[in-house]
Antibody, heavy 119, light 110 residues
Framework: QVQLVESGGGVVQPGGSLRLSCAASGFTFSSYGMHWVRQAPGKGLEWVAFIRYDGSNKYYADSVKGRFTISRDNSKNTLYLQMNSLRAEDTAVYYC????????????WGQGTLVTVSS | QSVLTQPPSVSAAPGQKVTISCSGSSSNIGNNYVSWYQQLPGTAPKLLIYDNNKRPSGIPDRFSGSKSGTSATLGITGLQTGDEADYYCGTWDSSLSALVFGGGTKLTVL
């Protein structure tokens, strides 16, 4: 069965950096695009970034462009999100999600990892 | 302010039917596939509908999706207390080159 397990969350000061990881299993990771989606406390879903199956194309929300970098290591079945210049408004639960592959839809989600940006 | 507009809340009695709307524009819903997600309290979102009206395996046929022009609708029949959750629509926005979600709709089963 598909499993996505995020890690790397924690408390970081404004202006700091953090790298999130998402370990994937139960499917051919190298054949699917992957997303990061976040949810601030008590708020709705906000898409963060998408990377194609081979890493050839990456897309970002305007709110994180230039500060966050999505990447993947298909040999390790792992997705990453490098987050720099963190702000208080980046505080959220960060989910990784698998793309459906045929149409744009997020068909499996991890349990999420909490990132708190605070001094 | 979300690119896709959903009602903040809807409610209905057990056994009844409810619909949740999602309004967008030609740059998103009008020219791209819509998906719907259910988020039960304290859990990760789950895909309910993709490609406007298709259900992943394991999703009961009480859940349905439709799209017309720049709007989409999620329908839920035979409401159960276990359906109480937040529901989100999502699609690609070609102008933004970004995936966009609606603001979410909280369903209460009275």
């Amino acid at each position: 069965q598909v499993q996505l397990v995020e890690s790397g969350g924690g408390v970081v000061q404004p202006g700091g950096s953090l790298r999130l990881s998402c370990a994937a299993s139960g499917f051919t990771f190298s054949s699917y695009g992957m997303h990061w989606v976040r949810q601030a406390p008590g708020k709705g879903l906000e898409w963060v970034a998408f990377i194609r199956y081979d890493g050839s194309n990456k897309y970002y929300a305007d709110s994180v462009k230039g500060r966050f970098t999505i990447s993947r290591d298909n040999s390790k079945n792992t997705l990453y999100l490098q987050m720099n210049s963190l702000r208080a408004e980046d505080t959220a639960v960060y989910y990784c999600a698998k793309d459906h592959g045929i149409v744009l839809a997020l068909d499996y989600w991890g349990q999420g990892t909490l990132v708190t940006v605070s001094s | 302010q979300s690119v896709l507009t959903q009602p903040p809340s809807v409610s209905a009695a057990p056994g009844q039917k409810v619909t949740i709307s999602c309004s967008g524009s030609s740059s998103n819903i009008g020219n791209n596939y819509v998906s719907w997600y259910q988020q039960l309290p304290g859990t990760a979102p789950k895909l309910l509908i993709y490609d406007n009206n298709k259900r992943p395996s394991g999703i009961p046929d009480r859940f349905s999706g439709s799209k017309s022009g720049t709007s989409a609708t999620l329908g839920i029949t035979g409401l159960q207390t276990g359906d109480e959750a937040d529901y989100y629509c999502g699609t690609w926005d070609s102008s933004l080159s970004a995936l966009v979600f609606g603001g979410g709709t909280k369903l209460t089963v009275l």
